[in-house]
C-alpha cells in the first residue's frame, strides 16, 4: 500500500532538503502482488516559491534483466552451460579458507575431442561437449561446481565432502559413460578423471587440484589408445554405410 516507500523517502528526505540529490534502487509491488525493479531519483525542487521534495520512479525490468544475462554469459561456457574457468579460479580462492573443508577437486578430460573436431567438423566436437557437460552435472550435488575450464578439460569443486564421497562421485562418472554408451549414440564419449581432496586450511586448493589432475593424466595414457581405437571403428562403420547407400 505504499508504507515502506513513504518510510524510505522519508529516511533520504533530510539530506535531500540540503540539496544532496539521492538515487536509489529498489523492488515495488504492483496492485496485482507482482514484483518488479525501480529506480527512485529523489530532488529537492521550488515550486511556486514553496520547497519540495520530487520523486521520480523508473522500471528498470529491462536493465535488470539484461544486467542478469551478462552477468551469466560472464560465469559461464557457452557451449556447454557450465561455469566458466573465471568463476572457477574464483571458488578455488573462496574455498582455500578452510571454512568448507574438506573440499573435493575432480579433475575430467574429455578423450579425442581433437580427432572428432578433425574428422567430423567442430558442430559434432560441440555436440560432445555439451553431452560431457549433461553427463557430469547429473553426477554432483547442485552446491557443486561443475566447471569447463578449457578445450577439452573439467573440473569439479565438491565443498564440505569427503574422500569416500568424491570418489563415489567419480565412480558415478564412470558408470554413466558407459550407460551412455551402452545407447549406441552417434558420437562415443570417453572421459579421463582425477580427483584429490583437501583437508584443512594449510593445503593450498592449487596444490590440490595439481594432485587431481596428475592422477587425470595418468589415466589419460591408457584412454586415448581405447579411444582411437573406438574411433576408427566408428569411422569405419559410417564408410561401409555411405559406401552401400
Known amino acids: 500500500d505504499g508504507r515502506r516507500t513513504r518510510e524510505l523517502i522519508a529516511m533520504q528526505e533530510g539530506e535531500v532538503q540540503e540539496g544532496e540529490p539521492r538515487l536509489m534502487e529498489m523492488v515495488l509491488c504492483r496492485c496485482d502482488?507482482?514484483?518488479?525493479?525501480?529506480?527512485?531519483?529523489?530532488n529537492n525542487i521550488t515550486l511556486q516559491g514553496r520547497k519540495m521534495v520530487q520523486v521520480i520512479v523508473r522500471d528498470i525490468t529491462e536493465r535488470k534483466q539484461m544486467e542478469d544475462w551478462l552477468r551469466y554469459l560472464n560465469m559461464h561456457d557457452k557451449p556447454t552451460g557450465l561455469y566458466n574457468r573465471d568463476y572457477f579460479e574464483e571458488e578455488m580462492i573462496r574455498l582455500q579458507s578452510g571454512r568448507f573443508d574438506p573440499v573435493g577437486i575432480v579433475v575430467c578430460d574429455l578423450d579425442g575431442l581433437k580427432l572428432v573436431n578433425d574428422n567430423l567438423g567442430h558442430a559434432a566436437g560441440d555436440h560432445l561437449l555439451a553431452t560431457a557437460a549433461h553427463l557430469l552435472v547429473k553426477c554432483f550435488r547442485e552446491s557443486d561446481v561443475v566447471a569447463r575450464i578449457g578445450g577439452d578439460e573439467f573440473a569439479v569443486l565438491l565443498p564440505t565432502c569427503s574422500q569416500e564421497v568424491v570418489e563415489s562421485a567419480c565412480q558415478r562418472i564412470r558408470d554413466n559413460l558407459q550407460q551412455y554408451r551402452k545407447s549406441e549414440p552417434p558420437i562415443p564419449i570417453s572421459m579421463s578423471v582425477g580427483w584429490a581432496v583437501k583437508a584443512n586450511a594449510n593445503q593450498s586448493m592449487w596444490e590440490v587440484f595439481k594432485e587431481a589432475d596428475n592422477r587425470m593424466y595418468a589415466e589419460k595414457v591408457k584412454n586415448r589408445?581405447?579411444?582411437?581405437?573406438?574411433?576408427?571403428?566408428?569411422?569405419?562403420?559410417?564408410?561401409?554405410?555411405?559406401?552401400?547407400t
Open 225 to 244: 589408445e581405447d579411444f582411437k581405437k573406438l574411433f576408427a571403428g566408428m569411422v569405419d562403420e559410417l564408410r561401409d554405410f555411405d559406401q552401400r
Open 33 to 42: 502482488g507482482t514484483l518488479f525493479d525501480v529506480e527512485m531519483s529523489i
